[in-house]
């Protein structure tokens, strides 16, 4: 049973426009969670996090929004950039555990 | 520095060969996690070490799957008798400790092919 999902397999935004990728997650012991970037051919490269004890957590033009209630977050990228285009993923772990879950990613496509 | 490797980067095989899989982790990073993404699926958790204790297994997902991790550093990730099923892109990450807040380095996969 999958416990965190991207239920969007794919995003196509505008240059300069906002992407916002969304995530959502069924386990509320989930207390980390992380987001990351693929592209083609290589490995996943870890791009932001966010603790439960915070809603958000920004890092240049990448902002990551946790909603615990709903147990959901978003990460925004602002501007988009057409090298932004690749998979993301996000994942969660909890309590400081060894495992972390996945979702199946998103495809994202910034045209220029 | 050097990030993680992994060799081969493709692998293809007939169904019932055994397979090994190897992964070079970060100098110096004690836990080292092996993955596997299936085709529109997300990243699967295998198994994880850390530094000398029992590795956690409860990812494998059949007895044909095993993994050592020599010497605390390299690992190799050995599938038995293989099935079509376990095509996949097999992915190798290490971290300097284990579970949060310390993120995990990815390699770039070994894509198998069992025909």
């Known amino acids: 049973d999958q416990q965190v999902k991207q239920n969007s397999p794919s995003l196509s935004v505008q240059e300069g426009r906002i992407s916002i990728l969304n995530c959502d997650y069924t386990?509320?012991?989930?207390?980390?969670f992380l987001w990351y970037k693929k592209y083609p051919a290589e490995g996943p490269t870890f791009l932001i996090s966010?603790?439960?004890?915070?809603d958000k957590n920004e890092d240049g033009r990448f902002t990551v929004f946790l909603n615990k209630s709903a147990k959901h977050l978003s990460l925004h990228i602002v501007p988009s950039q057409p090298g932004d285009s690749a998979v993301y993923f996000c994942a969660a772990s909890e309590g400081g555990g060894n495992q972390f879950y996945f979702g199946t990613g998103t495809s994202l496509t910034v045209i220029p | 520095g050097a990030g993680v490797s992994q060799s081969p980067s493709n692998k293809v095989t007939e169904k019932g060969k055994d397979v090994e899989l190897r992964c070079d982790p970060i100098?110096?990073?004690?836990?080292l996690y092996w993955y596997r993404q299936s085709l529109g699926q997300g990243l699967e958790f295998l198994i994880y070490?850390?530094?000398?204790?029992?590795?956690?297994k409860s990812g494998l997902p059949s007895d044909r799957f095993s993994a050592e991790r020599t010497g605390g550093s390299v690992s190799t990730l050995t599938i038995q008798r293989t099935q079509q099923e376990d095509s996949a892109v097999y992915l190798c990450?290490?971290?300097?400790?284990?579970?949060?807040?310390?993120?995990?380095?990815f390699g770039p996969g070994t894509r198998l092919t069992v025909t």
């Open positions: 070490f850390q530094g000398n204790s029992a590795p956690d």
């Open positions: 386990n509320s012991m989930f207390d980390y």
């Open positions: 100098s110096g990073h004690t836990a």
């Open positions: 990450a290490s971290s300097l400790n284990s579970g949060s807040p310390y993120e995990q380095y």
């Open positions: 966010i603790s439960s004890i915070k």
